[in-house]
């Protein structure tokens, strides 16, 4: 089972820009469905963008749409998220997650492995 670790998290103002990376353990992450997920205090855990295991198919939340990019390097075993124009409601704490069998989809229970997280926090 892959092992995945996120980080780039940090405290930046409204309208700035992070990149969050997520590094997987071994090589077999290329065919793996990859996503990002967050989760503000007191609220569930929700979808924020995956892309499969080409890189040429991704899925957002509207809530992102249009701000951020999810993308994947298999030679780096690595994938990120690329967060722009972020607002105070994008603060959370971002989970990697990956899924071997099965196409992207918006609910964490399909996914085999998380990550421990990194925060994120927008002042306005």
Known sequence: Q????ESGGGLVQAGASLRLSCS???????????AW?????????EFVAAIN???LRTNYADSV??????????????????????KPEDTATYFCAARKYGTYSD?????DSWGQGTQVTVSS
Not at 2 to 5: G, I, K, L, M, P
Not at 24 to 34: G, Q, V
């Open 2 to 5: 892959v092992e995945v670790v």
């Open 24 to 34: 997987a353990s071994e090589r077999t992450y290329r065919t793996y469905t990859m």
């Open 37 to 45: 997920f967050r989760q503000a205090p007191g609220k569930e855990r």
């Open 53 to 55: 295991w080409s890189g």
């Open 65 to 86: 749409k249009g701000r951020f990019t999810i993308s994947r390097d298999n030679g780096e075993s690595t994938i990120y998220l690329q967060m722009d124009s972020l």
């Open 107 to 111: 609910y964490a229970s399909p996914y």
